[in-house]
């Protein structure tokens, strides 16, 4: 059993940054690919990007390619996401997502998902 808890969203002014954190319990997380994803108001949830297991490759979406940058320690059981040069459409509910598979190219599969951290970007 996995369980994550999110931290590090807030109020943000466009052009500016934020560092999210995702720390998990649980033995096997470190085998784990883990995602981030979003959800707006309104809005279907939406991938964001993932990471494999060792950190080795990681996979984004178009919208936040070259903005967003996923990295993890596993001695630390924790995934970041640093997120620069962010836009008021990047506003949303961030989530942390987990799954054994090793297909981070797939948004599907996760098992396991935190509660939750909001990320406001103000104009």
């Known amino acids: 059993q996995v369980q994550l808890v999110e931290s590090g969203g807030g109020l943000v002014q466009a052009g500016g940054s934020l560092r999210l954190s995702c720390a998990a319990s649980?033995?096997?997380?470190?085998?784990?690919?883990t995602g981030w994803f979003r959800q707006a108001p309104g809005k279907e949830r939406e991938f964001v990007a993932a990471?494999?297991?060792?950190?080795?490759?990681?996979y984004y979406a178009d919208s936040v390619k070259g903005r967003f940058t996923i990295s993890r320690d596993n001695a630390k059981n924790t995934v970041y996401l640093q997120m620069n040069s962010l836009k008021p459409e990047d506003t949303a509910v961030y989530y942390c997502?987990?799954?054994?598979?090793?297909?981070?190219?797939?948004?599907?599969?996760?098992?396991?998902w935190g509660q939750g951290t909001q990320v406001t970007v103000s104009s």
């Open positions: 997502a987990a799954k054994p598979s090793s297909n981070l190219y797939f948004s599907g599969g996760y098992n396991y």
């Open positions: 649980g033995r096997t997380f470190s085998t784990y690919t």
């Open positions: 990471i494999s297991w060792n950190g080795g490759s990681t």
